[in-house]
Structures are given as C-alpha cells and as structure tokens.
C-alpha cells in the first residue's frame, strides 16, 4: 500500500517537472487535437511504464530467488532515489540527469519514429506515439522505477508504474485545460521545492525502515 502511495506521489509531485520536460509536446496535443486523442496518448505513455515496470519487476523477481535479501537493499536504494529526487526538484544537486543522459542515445534512435507517429490523426498511430513517449530519458520515472524493482514481481511492477502513471496525468492535461497563471504556479520554484522536500523526508523515512530491517536479518 505504502509502494502504491509512493508510485503516485512521485508522479503528482513531479508535475512541474513534467511540465518542462513534456510540456511542447503535450501542449501542442492539449491545443490541437481531442480530450479523447490527449487522453490516448497519455494511455500509450503509461503502457510504456507499465511495460518498464513489469521488466524491472520481473528481474528483481529473479534476484530475489539468488539473494533473498535483494529486496531489503532494493528498498535503502528506492529510498536513495527519493531523496536524489527531491534534490532534483528542488534544483539543489541535479545528479538525476546524468541517468536521463545515459538513456539519450537509445531515445535519439525512437523520436523519429514518435515524431511520425504523431503526424497521424489516427489513434493506433496516436498511442504508438504515447507508447514511444515513454521512453523519454526522465529522472522522475526512473526513480518511480526503482519502486517497481521493490515490489519483487512483474505484476506488482505494473500496478506501481500505473500508480505512477496515474499520478502524472494532470500536469499532462493542465497542459490543455489548465490556464497559463496555474501552469506558471506548477512550473514554479516554491512548487517544486516543496513537492522536493515532501520526497526527501519520505525518501530518509524509507531507510530508516530499511536499515532497521537489515538490523533485524543481521
């Protein structure tokens, strides 16, 4: 349950992060196309993180099996990854995106095709699309990722990165419904240190249980 929470805040809290990363592409969606076509473009994103997240479940499914232990290390790093988060919304130390460079080049070889994908007006084309989306290189979803790791099973990894996914969706629609005034107030610095902050307590809440679970198996 607690998993759950986390996937969802992680997403809500990153809404001015989303914004400044995806905020081109979503507006241009939100201004020129249906709430439908909108909503089945996000659909196509949150796919792709269900898909990561049922991959990364699935291979700490398989650690689990070699070390039993993975999960309680997986946890202290879930935790590590939510402070860094916080740290990176907050704009205080941005080490986050040395991960989003590292997935650069495999994203350079798909927006080629998401940006032909767009072009079209049908919505199979319109969730290939979201689906390529993505796979953005983004901080926020692969901390979100490492929560999916946590679970220990494919399909629990599936249900945190719609968790995640859910958590996201209004940024993305703020993008089309949303005025600039509440737009600019998500995309602000008092926003997003705050929502930074809120991931850095519970990120340090988290290890604290993780430690105090390695203590016990010690």
Request: with cysteine; proline share 3%.
């Amino acid at each position: 349950m607690l998993d759950s929470f986390a996937a969802l805040l992680m997403g809500l809290a990153g809404a001015g992060h989303c914004i400044m990363m995806c905020g081109g592409i979503a507006g241009a969606f939100g201004q020129s196309i249906s709430t439908a076509t909108l909503l089945v473009y996000n659909l196509g994103r949150i796919t792709s993180y269900c898909i990561a997240g049922a991959l990364v479940g699935y291979a700490a499914s398989v650690l689990t099996l070699l070390m039993p232990d993975v999960l309680l290390i997986l946890r202290f790093v879930a935790g590590l990854l939510l402070i860094l988060l916080g740290l990176y919304l907050t704009g205080w130390w941005m080490v986050l995106r040395r991960l989003e460079r590292l997935g650069t080049p495999f994203w350079r070889s798909l927006q080629p095709f998401a940006q032909r994908f767009r072009q079209s007006q049908q919505l199979p084309s319109i969730f290939g699309a979201g689906m390529l989306w993505g796979w953005l290189p983004c901080g926020l979803v692969y901390s979100a990722l490492s929560w999916a790791a946590l679970s220990g099973s494919a399909s629990q990894g599936v249900w945190l990165m719609l968790m995640f996914g859910l958590g996201t969706l209004p940024a993305m629609f703020a993008l089309g419904w949303f005025s600039k005034a509440i737009q600019s107030v998500l995309k602000s610095q008092g926003f997003r240190q705050a929502m930074g902050i809120i991931m850095i307590f519970y990120g340090v809440w988290v290890i604290q249980i993780a430690l105090r679970q390695m203590s016990l198996f010690s």
